[in-house]
Nanobody
Framework: QVHLVESGGGLVQPGGSLRLSCAAS????????MGWHRQAPGQERELVAV???????KYADSVKDRFTISRNNAENTIYLEMNTLKYEDTAVYYC??????????????WGQGTQVTVSS
């Protein structure tokens, strides 16, 4: 069994900052891509940022230059540093990872989500 556990969401004023964390645990052979998605009310889930095991990164255009994704491979953990937050960043943020529970398979896992609310 593999679990992704997120933390760090909350309420922040426009222009403020938050840091999200996501740790993968359980029966893990190898962790490949890890990333963050978000879903605002009434909207589809969208990619925010993704980082490969080798450190290659991709951001959504809407968060470039404001958000930074990073990774600690030794701890199977990723972080999302969010700066200059805007009202439109309000959403539930989900951690996502492609993980090999054994060398013979790869599966996609999702965290339970953490709420980020940007409000004055």
């Amino acid at each position: 069994q593999v679990h992704l556990v997120e933390s760090g969401g909350g309420l922040v004023q426009p222009g403020g900052s938050l840091r999200l964390s996501c740790a993968a645990s359980g029966s893990i052979f190898r962790v490949n891509d890890m990333g963050w998605h978000r879903q605002a009310p009434g909207q589809e889930r969208e990619l925010v940022a993704v980082i490969t095991a080798g450190g290659r990164i991709k951001y959504a255009d809407s968060v470039k230059d404001r958000f930074t994704i990073s990774r600690n491979n030794a701890e199977n953990t990723i972080y999302l540093e969010m700066n200059t937050l805007k009202y439109e960043d309000t959403a539930v943020y989900y951690c996502n990872a492609r993980i090999r529970p054994s060398m013979w398979s790869e599966e996609e896992y999702w965290g339970q989500g953490t709420q980020v609310t940007v409000s004055s």
